[in-house]
């Protein structure tokens, strides 16, 4: 070979290799960025210095660049052996605002948003919360709610970010339709929903607003209405809801099919445990043989008989019913099944969320304690034990598999609530003009379920303060005992011609007798100072209570309680009958007796009825009543002490040996969204009398009538509305009564308020 074909030959080989260092990327520079090193963004390169330039590898580049969101334009360009990196970084948030919301706040949407201040602004970003703001307005309601984002730029790449809202009106459902129904009407179907039609006194409610949510209840609703009446072959085909073009209201429509109309068959009842007989389960059973078809009348035969085997110790009994369909003689035959399960017992009681309440206090509510046998009503009596405590917004038990098939875990779950009340009481009245109290009372003292209570009042004659405290299980036993002080001040000359300065204490217990029997004792003292109005020293009534006069009494209380709870009861009944006996020492002898009865009974939809009763007789022993030692109480829309007998010549409250009360109240639900807000509303019914003084036949000499005037035992009556509002400032009551029917001497009044906050 020829030196030059050497050459060339040598040449030829070296080329690929000079080709690949023309071609190689020898430096990376960074331009554009401001607060991001130019080491960060080499980072997300597909390419380093060194390696060959690749189209691909820019591209790849390019994507990991924008990918990361920080920055709004990138661009690559090379000038021989450099890569330029040119990039405009996204700016940085510096605030967030909203403009044009009302009915929804700042707070509510700020938790919608992912964008927050001091994070990188993307207009990506922007629209996805914005997004999440719609379908907020959405699901309140407002379907024509418009955002609109604006951008403000600030120096050093600093952006604030202003949502203009326009919320629109509400959205609300105009019409619904019904298609397919012929056994009942649209308006009966209507009923059986939980969305209703919009119409303007449903301010309060949100129930006439479009949900999608609800809507698909309401498909099952249909369902249960239907099967409750008969048809077991019902559907609904179709529920689709339209919104009309100015995006105000909604039109629903329901599509369904009826079916045929069926009857209960042949009735059986199977069990494979041996303690639960056939013969013990078939009284329960509701669906009887010949009747209409009723699908909740399974569901409560399987209710009761698992109560029944739950009161046996089979906490996870299995009871299945069994249907066989005949569609020719349009019969629903039915097996309950009641498969094999092991006797229970309980492993353990674990109780949860209790941050502030101690275990003890719960844990002694109990009606059954860890290595007891199962009890259904024991654990429901528990739960309603501990719900009638007050302390808790909820609290549910949940029976949890244990350490093996015959044991289980009571799992209860408790959310807690305020216990203490700083009450602030309002009132106007014509005799007492503006009335006012303050209160503090701590129900859950330390967690240790005491009540520590002080309150003062006043008005234009009255002050009042009382001091209590109470220790629900003295001793680590089931007795609850407590002391109270009390001192007051009432000024009863403008109606009744006396002033009575009274100071005291007492103390109590209370014990219970069976579940729900409890019997109280006390043992009170207190010293009365009364004293007259100049111009009344002829009222032979008021004569003989002048003076002072020191009461010691002893007294019980035997009560019945099984309302389901406290606070807000909705079911059960509470009955009081308390006797008090003066004369053990002291200057003052009498026997005070009263009852009381309140019944609440469940209707439909939280709808309750509430039917009260309230009576009281005092007689003096050896002696009559004195005119302070008498009843006063009186009913809505009569004023304090505007009911009963009074003296002819002054015409002052003389009180009543005897008085009795009645009220019937129905509590009415107001919807979901005043429920949401704890604003309940009632209508009443208050009916009463004060009656009966001693010496009510002497004569006035002076005009020859008798001294005594209104003093019938004939009922007064008035009738009301009432509101309460668990408002953030506290409970308010608000009652306007109109009276009825009324004695001649009576005096009434319309309005009271009472406000009260809690911490």
């Not at 997300?44 to 924008?66: H, I, R």
């Not at 703001?133 to 790449?157: D, H, W």
């Not at 019904?178 to 308006?187: C, L, T, V």
């Not at 009842?269 to 013969?279: F, G, H, K, W």
């Amino acid at each position: 070979m020829t030196v030059l074909s050497a050459l060339i030959c040598a040449g030829l080989a070296d080329a690929p290799a000079a080709s690949a260092q023309v071609n190689a990327i020898e430096a990376i520079e960074v331009k554009g960025n401001q607060r991001i090193e130019p080491d960060t963004v080499r980072s997300y390169l597909a390419v380093a210095p060194g390696d060959a330039y690749s189209a691909e590898k820019v591209d790849q580049s390019l994507k990991n660049l924008f990918d990361t969101g920080l920055f709004a334009d990138v661009t690559i360009t090379r000038s021989g052996d450099l890569l330029t990196i040119n990039v405009v970084e996204n700016p940085i948030i510096n605030r967030i605002a909203f403009e044009g919301n009302k009915k929804l706040d700042n707070e509510k949407l700020g938790k919608e948003l992912r964008l927050r201040p001091r994070v990188v602004y993307t207009r990506a970003k922007v629209r996805a919360d914005v997004q999440r703001m719609i379908e907020l307005y959405r699901r309140s309601g407002r379907f024509a709610a418009t955002i609109e984002p604006k951008v403000i730029q600030l120096p050093q790449n600093r952006v604030d970010i202003v949502f203009e809202i326009s919320e629109g009106p509400k959205t609300t459902v105009s019409k619904i339709n019904f298609i397919g129904n012929k056994e009942f009407s649209s308006g009966d179907l209507r009923g059986a929903l939980a969305t209703r039609e919009s119409r303007w006194w449903r301010f309060l409610t949100s129930d006439d607003t479009y949900d999608p949510d609800r809507l698909a209840y309401d498909r099952e609703q249909l369902r249960q209405y239907y099967l409750s009446k008969g048809y077991a072959d019902f559907r609904v085909n179709a529920a689709v809801a339209e919104l009309s073009p100015d995006l105000k209201d909604f039109y629903i429509a329901f599509t369904i099919e009826e079916g045929e109309i069926y009857d209960f068959g042949e009735i059986n009842v199977e069990s494979e445990i041996r303690d639960l007989d056939p013969a013990i389960l078939r009284p329960l059973v509701k669906t009887k043989q010949g009747k209409r078809y009723n699908a909740k009348l399974i569901d409560q035969t399987i209710e009761k008989m698992t109560e029944v085997a739950g009161d046996k110790g089979y906490a996870f009994v299995d009871i299945r019913p069994r249907v066989r369909r005949d569609k020719k003689g349009r019969l629903i035959n039915i097996t309950y099944r009641v498969s094999e399960a092991p006797r229970v017992y309980v492993e353990r009681i674990d109780i949860h969320g209790n941050a502030r309440t101690l275990d003890k206090v719960i844990r002694r509510e109990f009606r059954l304690s860890e290595g007891d046998a199962f009890n259904n009503s024991r654990i429901k009596r528990s739960r309603q034990r501990i719900k009638a405590l007050g302390f808790f917004k909820e609290a549910e038990i949940e029976q949890v598999a244990g350490s093996s098939p015959d044991r289980t875990v009571v799992d209860v779950q408790v959310q807690e609530q305020s216990t203490g009340e700083l009450s602030l009481n309002v009132g106007f009245s014509s005799i007492e003009n503006f009335i006012a109290g303050f209160g503090i009372t701590e129900r859950n003292l330390l967690g240790r379920g005491q009540t520590l209570r002080a309150n003062f009042s006043i008005s234009s004659i009255r002050t009042q303060i009382d001091l209590g405290f109470t220790e629900p299980y003295f001793m680590d036993r089931p007795i609850a005992a407590g002391a109270d002080l009390f001192a007051r001040s009432v000024d009863y000359r403008q109606y009744s011609s006396f002033l009575q300065k009274t100071v005291g204490g007492s103390l109590r217990a209370a014990f219970p007798i069976t579940e729900h029997w409890t019997m109280g004792v006390r043992y009170t003292i207190r010293q009365d100072q009364v004293e007259g109005r100049f111009d009344t020293a002829n009222n032979i009534y008021l004569a003989a209570a002048l003076g002072t006069f020191t009461t010691s009494s002893v007294g019980y209380s035997l009560i019945y309680d099984n309302v389901d709870d406290r606070m807000n009861p909705t079911s059960g009944r509470r009955f009081v009958l308390s006797q008090d006996i003066a004369g053990l020492g002291g200057t003052v002898s009498y026997v005070r007796s009263t009852a009381s009865l309140d019944q609440y009974i469940p209707l439909v939809d939280r709808w309750v009825l509430k039917l009260a009763g309230e009576g009281g007789y005092i007689r003096g022993l050896g002696e009559g009543v004195r005119l302070n030692d008498r009843f006063f109480n009186t009913v809505r829309g009569f004023e304090p002490r505007g009911v009963g007998p009074r003296d002819r010549p002054s015409t002052d409250s003389l009180g009543g040996n005897i008085y009795y009360t009645g009220t019937a109240e129905l509590l009415v639900p107001l919807g979901s969204a005043a429920n949401e807000l704890g604003l309940k509303s009632s209508i009443f019914l208050d009916v009463g009398a004060l009656y009966k003084v001693d010496d009510v036949n002497t004569i006035d000499p002076d005009t020859g009538f008798l001294r005594i005037i209104g003093d019938s035992n004939k009922p007064r009556v008035s009738i009301g509305v009432g509101f309460s509002w668990n408002s953030p400032f506290g409970p308010f009551r608000i009652d306007f009564a109109k009276a009825l029917m009324k004695s001649e001497f009576d005096k009434t009044e319309f309005f009271q308020f009472n406000i009260s906050n809690q911490f």
